[in-house]
């Protein structure tokens, strides 16, 4: 069974600090990972995927992160927060094999001023 | 514009009362999906369809149906709502069935099951 697990449902920090969100996933597979962005009322949006080749992988608004198989994770940064940053972020497992999508429980970024 | 569309955006029913929630896309993706989305257990697939006539149950399939009769739709179907289904649910699809491509998501539909 593939898994994906966010470590901490909320993240707050001050803005123009780094961001780091945590993924860490489990796949009997080698998975292709994706994180996607949900701000109020509205559906998800990706931020950035995860296939195959480089291993850093750039998004929107200058988020990136990087696949490291030995430690099964997939975590999220943006080296200065802005405001509109403040949402819920989800980090996503597909299973080629089966055509299924895990997706972990979320981590709400709040941004302070 | 690229988008999926589900109808309707909010509904409040009755236990029993059969309800069916349409989600279109003009992508011409191949494979589409249902999720619900709950505090605190993020989105957990219910549907997922790899293409026409072919569908596959996710982690919580119990108590809903699909179809994908056409490649644009992929209707969800509660045939009998009980209130533990009063959730937010989004539809969404991609155009590769190998996973390559991210998932376009609709704008959610709120249920409540009373």
């Known amino acids: 069974a593939q898994s994906v697990t966010q470590l901490g449902s909320h993240v707050s920090v001050s803005e123009g600090a780094l961001v780091l969100l945590r993924c860490n996933y489990s796949s009997s597979v080698p998975p292709y990972l994706f994180w996607y962005v949900q701000y109020p009322n509205q559906g998800l949006q990706l931020l950035l995927k995860y296939t195959t080749g480089a291993t850093l992988v750039k998004g929107i608004n200058g988020f990136e992160a990087e696949f490291k198989k030995s430690e099964t994770s997939f975590h999220l940064t943006k080296p200065s927060a802005h405001m509109s940053d403040a949402a819920e972020y989800f980090c996503a497992l597909y299973n080629t094999n089966a055509g299924k999508s895990t997706f972990g429980d979320g981590t709400t970024l709040t941004v302070k001023p | 514009e690229a988008q999926v569309t589900q109808n309707p955006r909010y509904l409040i029913t009755v236990t029993g009362k059969k309800l069916t929630v349409t989600c279109s896309q003009n992508?011409?993706?191949?494979?589409m999906s249902w999720y619900r989305q709950d505090p605190g257990l993020g989105l957990r697939q219910i549907y997922y369809s790899m293409n026409v006539e072919v569908t596959d149950k996710g982690d919580v399939p119990e108590g809903y149906k699909v179809s994908r009769k056409e490649k644009r739709n992929f209707p969800l179907i509660l045939e009998s709502p009980s209130p533990n289904q009063t959730s937010l649910y989004f539809c969404a699809s991609s155009f590769s069935q190998g996973g390559h491509q991210p998932q376009h998501f609709g704008d959610g539909t709120r249920l409540s099951i009373l």
């Open positions: 992508m011409n993706h191949e494979y």
